[in-house]
């Protein structure tokens, strides 16, 4: 089985490999009226604690093993995992606190999530991001980097990959620009399945953009 990737809205999503699936960021739905993504995951991942990425109980049961905002190297088989701290906001976090990105290594992929990253990225954080397969990144501004600032990044790092998240879909209550601002400054093949989820095989040689489907409510 190839790894999947599911989007369930704003930065959740669901990574499944052949053994065991990882939910990163999820949020309850109703509290930013969008649908629930209810499962019980073998792993929870949380960049930071805010509302709409740290609704734990949605994604995790019994047996589930849960990671706040953890910085390091750590296993969670078959997942290897490096989380690294960046900031809110462009105050170094005086506004909105920090973040914890995540770096996952699954069956020879290795993808990133940026959580609610607030800044441009330089030096060894850009480098940290360079060439890897899959990139989640937020484009909505408000709260995170806006649409200039994402695309600037992508264009530093060359992901193979780059998944637009953290944007305003139909029904959202969060005050975030819609992904049209994002694709319209995008030098970039699209990909798009028509749905939320996508298997990650034959990964494009370029950068594209994959565009998901929001889920159905």
């Known amino acids: 089985m190839a790894v999947e990737l599911e989007w369930c809205g704003h930065s959740y999503f669901l990574l499944r490999s052949s053994s065991r699936l990882m939910a990163i960021d999820p949020h309850d739905g109703g509290s930013i009226n969008l649908p629930t993504c209810r499962v019980t ?22 047996g589930s093993r849960v990671v706040r905002w953890r910085v390091g190297r750590f296993s969670l088989p078959p997942f290897s995992v490096e989380g690294r701290r960046f900031y809110h906001d462009k105050a170094r976090g005086r506004l909105r606190g920090e973040v914890v990105g995540y770096k996952i290594s699954v069956e020879g992929l290795t993808l990133v999530h940026l959580g609610d990253l607030g800044h441009l990225l330089e030096g ?48 959202s209550t969060l005050p975030l620009d819609p992904l049209d601002r994002f694709l319209n400054i995008v030098k970039a093949p699209r990909v798009r399945p028509e749905s939320s989820r996508v298997e990650l095989s034959s990964l494009p040689s370029r950068t594209s953009v994959l565009v998901l489907e929001p889920p159905r409510r």
Do not use: C, K
Not at 41 to 62: I, R
């Open 124 to 171: 060894e954080d850009l480098e940290w991001v360079r060439g890897v397969d899959v990139l989640m990144i937020p484009v909505g501004g408000t709260y995170t980097i806006d649409a200039q600032e994402a695309w600037r990044i992508v264009e530093e790092a060359r992901p193979r990959l780059v998944v637009p998240m953290h944007y305003w879909i139909p029904g």
């Open 41 to 62: 995951a073998d792993y929870v991942l949380s960049t930071h604690n805010h509302f709409d990425h740290n609704a734990f109980e949605v994604a995790s049961g019994p």
